[in-house]
Every structure is written in structure tokens, then in C-alpha cells.
């Protein structure tokens, strides 16, 4: 039975035995039992391994994590493992702060969804930025880091394993997340509901007059001189057997909020069919705007507090909430090869292009008549399936996937120009073949690819690199 009693006994158990340099060998449970206690009432944050989570989360329910790291791809491996490793009852509230990234869903499209173009340009300096610093209460204060040129601030493109639209993260975003039993009784607008609750009563502080839940399951907000509502937090869901995870934005204080719609905001929207799941468009706000990133970290940290205990109220309200056994900080040494192998290896394919890109969905481009020629396409898994090409004065091709020397990975196209007129095609024996030529031939009789054609491909498939 997981009970306070449970955990009691355990910790009073580490003491009977705390002197003895070994364990009698009746006891090989508590035994165990006691070392995973050791090393989460340890106020080493490198103590703690996430290996004991299983039996952990068995004897000690409910659970809070502070992550200190930035790195969404670490981040959401972390998550990910708290929701795969951790026993089937346990509830489990996590707290993580992102540095610059677009988050796709699992079956989103990022060109229907994101300006890439725009993202790898990255974003102007937070002008309030301050170092790094080990003064906060979980060491999440971060110096905005620059490109190597010192121009610009780096956007990850993320996509996340749980469904749901695309989200844009600083650090003005608080994310939560939280991980219950997958029972008859979950609801999609229970944990929204709870940080409405927390939020409700600091309204004043955060100048807006009314907070809720909208039929999306969005949190929206409203100001107390205007009626429009503005969407503050958003929500994804993921399901397993045995358990559900719903994890949600929260934009307290984000100092890149007016370059969001620009960012999520696809110039291949008029031409991409897609199959996958697509964005809602809704007005952004911040609870609160402060320029100072300390008043930042003041107003996260006490927004965090304020969940934390509606979290508490609702599952742990019989038991004390106590740092390193029930609530606990980690750091990013947990993803080291050495230390974690599920957690590198998730953060290794988060950060992989063939999880980036070549999991969209299959979906159709149509360029639109450009200058008397029109370009379309279709691609799956992001990769080029079919492609023609027509003119109005009558010139045609068409090239399938099995006429190009290799596979046309859409996110690492070095030339449309070269694509589209002809280049990397595949040299081929028979019938086929020859109509193949003859196709080319007529097309490059009869007109080119115009430059303003070529540069609306471009503007929506740019080549994707990793500075």
C-alpha cells in the first residue's frame, strides 16, 4: 500500500540502520528502500538518480521536479522518462524553463507550421538579459546565448512526442507538467482548472481581471480596460497504457512575445495540403510584462509556488511537502550517456533531423502560378515522392522519386533551381526512361524555372543547418 505510513517506515528503517556498514540480508528490500532515500534527502542535486524512480515513485506519491537546465531536448527527455519509468499510480508535477525554441506536435507539419526561414535568422537580444547565476531558488536564471557571431539568439526547432499545436518558448514561458494514473476519470481540463485556481488569486499583481479555461482547454486571460481574451497557457496531451500526461505553456513574462505570430506564422500556408494535425491561431498575451529578468524570476518562482500547492491541495493534502524526497531539483548531468542511457538517447533523437522532419506526415505543395509556371509536389516523411512542373505555354515534366540519383530530403534541398530544371536525376534503361527524357527535353525547350517561382519554394522550404 502507497501510503505516508509507507514512506515513514522507509525513512525510520535508514535510521535503525544508518550505523551499520552493511545490510542484514532479511532485509534486501528495505535495504534498497534506504539508499534511494539517502540519495533524494541528500541536498546534492548530483545525488539524485533517476534510476531509482520506479521503486521511488512506488513508496512516495505525489512528486515534484524543478528542472534547471534550458535545453528543450534534454527537458522533454526528462519528461518523457518521468512518464514512462514512474509506477503507474504515482501523480507527478514537473517545472522546466526553455531557452528559445518552436515546439511542434508529434504529427505536425513544421512548414505549415513555422517560418524556418525566419527561425534560423534567430532572435535580437533580450536587451534585460543578466549571467547566470546560482542565487535562485532552482537555478534557473539563464544569460540569453548568443550566436557564435554575437548577432542573434539561436531557435531550436523542437517536435515533441505528444500531440497538439505548436508553441513558441523563452524564458518569459513556464512549462508544466503533469503525469497522473490514465483512469476513467481523467479529464483534459482538470490540471488547466488547477492552475486557474493558482492563478486566481495573484490578479491583481498580474493585471488582468478575469482567468479561465476555454473550451479548447486553453487558459485565457483578460485585462481590466479591454474585452478581448488573450491565451496564456496551452495544452498537449499524450496518453500511455496506464498512464496520461498533460503538459502546458504558460506565458508569465516572455520578453519575446511580439515575435511569436511572425515565428508560427508559415509563409507556406496558402500552398501545403496537409494531413497532419494544424495549429489554432489565437491572440497571445503575458500574465505580467517586466523588462527586469530578476522581477521575472520573483514572478515565476511565485506562480510555481502557487501550483505547487494547488497540486499539493489536491493529491498530497495528508502529507508534507519536503525537499529531496517528495520535491526534487534536477540538474543536466541526468542525461549523460553514463548516468542515464534512456534519457542521451532521447535527446539524441529529439535533436536528430530524421525526428525533426522525417516524421511529417504526407502532404501535398502547389506553388501557385508564378510568372506563367507552377511547381507541386508531394512528400512523405519529408521526403520528395513526386514532382511536376507546368507552363502555360504548354511545357510540362514530371519526376518521380525513383528518377532522382538519391533521396530528396525537402529540409536539405542545397538548389530548387537545380532541382526543378533538371538536376540530380536518375540515369535509367527502357521505356520509362526515354519518356522521362522526353519530358525533360520538352520542358527545357519550352521555358525556366522563373526566379520569383523558385523564391516562394525557397521562402517555405529553406535548407535547414544547425548553427
Not at 535580437?124 to 547565476?133: A, M, Y
Not at 483534459?188 to 493558482?198: K, L
Not at 505570430?261 to 497571445?284: H, N, Q, T, Y
Request: charged content about 25%; hydrophobic content about 30%.
Amino acid at each position: 500500500m502507497r501510503t505516508t505510513l509507507s514512506s515513514a517506515l522507509t525513512r525510520l528503517t535508514c535510521i535503525s540502520h544508518s550505523l551499520r556498514p552493511t545490510f542484514p540480508q532479511s532485509l534486501p528490500i528495505f535495504a534498497g528502500r534506504c539508499q534511494a532515500a539517502r540519495r533524494l534527502t541528500t541536498s546534492s542535486i548530483r545525488s539524485w538518480s533517476l534510476e531509482d524512480l520506479p521503486r521511488v515513485s512506488q513508496e512516495t506519491s505525489p512528486l515534484i521536479f524543478h528542472l534547471t537546465s534550458d535545453n528543450p531536448y534534454y527537458n522533454l527527455s526528462v519528461e518523457h522518462y518521468l512518464l514512462t519509468h514512474s509506477h503507474p499510480d504515482t501523480r507527478i508535477l514537473l517545472f522546466y524553463t526553455n531557452r528559445p525554441c518552436v515546439v511542434i506536435g508529434r504529427n505536425q507539419n513544421p512548414w505549415l507550421e513555422t517560418d524556418l526561414k525566419r527561425l534560423q535568422q534567430g532572435l535580437p537580444p533580450d536587451e534585460g538579459r543578466i549571467p547566470r547565476t546560482a542565487d535562485n531558488a532552482y537555478g534557473q536564471i539563464h544569460e540569453t546565448q548568443l550566436r557564435k557571431d554575437g548577432t542573434a539568439v539561436p531557435i531550436d526547432l523542437v517536435r515533441r512526442r505528444s500531440g497538439g499545436g505548436t508553441v513558441f518558448h523563452d524564458s518569459g514561458n513556464l512549462n508544466y507538467s503533469v503525469m497522473v494514473p490514465n483512469s476513467k476519470s481523467f479529464k483534459r481540463s482538470t490540471h488547466a482548472d488547477m492552475v486557474v485556481r493558482a492563478l486566481s488569486s495573484a490578479s491583481s499583481r498580474y493585471q488582468f481581471a478575469d482567468i479561465r479555461v476555454n473550451d479548447r482547454n486553453d487558459i485565457v486571460m483578460r485585462r481590466e480596460t479591454e474585452s478581448q481574451w488573450l491565451k496564456v497557457s496551452g495544452s498537449a496531451y499524450k496518453l500511455t497504457r496506464g498512464r496520461a500526461l498533460h503538459h502546458g505553456t504558460l506565458l508569465y513574462s516572455s520578453p519575446y512575445l511580439d515575435k511569436i505570430p511572425g515565428l508560427l506564422r508559415s509563409p507556406g500556408r496558402d500552398f501545403i495540403e496537409a494531413k497532419g494535425v494544424e495549429s489554432v491561431r489565437s491572440p497571445v498575451g503575458n500574465l505580467v510584462w517586466t523588462p527586469n529578468p530578476g522581477k521575472r524570476e520573483e514572478v515565476k518562482q511565485e506562480i510555481t509556488q502557487s501550483i505547487v500547492r494547488e497540486f499539493w491541495r489536491m493529491y498530497g493534502a495528508d502529507q508534507e511537502r519536503r525537499t529531496g524526497l517528495n520535491e526534487v531539483t534536477l540538474g543536466s548531468e541526468e542525461c549523460a550517456e553514463d548516468t542515464n542511457p534512456d534519457i542521451a538517447s532521447g535527446v539524441k533523437e529529439l535533436m536528430s533531423n530524421a525526428w525533426r522532419f522525417e516524421q511529417t506526415p504526407r502532404f501535398d505543395f502547389a506553388s501557385g502560378t508564378v510568372d506563367g509556371t507552377a511547381v507541386a509536389f508531394q512528400a512523405n516523411r519529408g521526403v520528395l515522392e513526386h514532382l511536376s512542373l507546368k507552363s502555360v505555354s504548354g511545357a510540362s515534366m514530371e519526376r518521380a522519386k525513383s528518377d532522382f540519383k538519391e533521396e530528396i530530403k525537402l529540409h536539405d534541398v542545397k538548389s530548387w533551381k537545380g532541382l526543378i530544371t533538371g538536376g540530380n536525376t536518375q540515369e535509367q534503361n527502357g521505356q520509362n526512361s526515354i519518356e522521362n527524357s522526353a519530358r525533360n527535353s520538352a520542358w527545357s525547350e519550352g521555358a525556366d524555372a522563373p526566379d520569383a517561382l523558385v523564391k516562394r519554394i525557397e521562402a517555405v522550404f529553406p535548407r535547414y543547418s544547425i548553427d
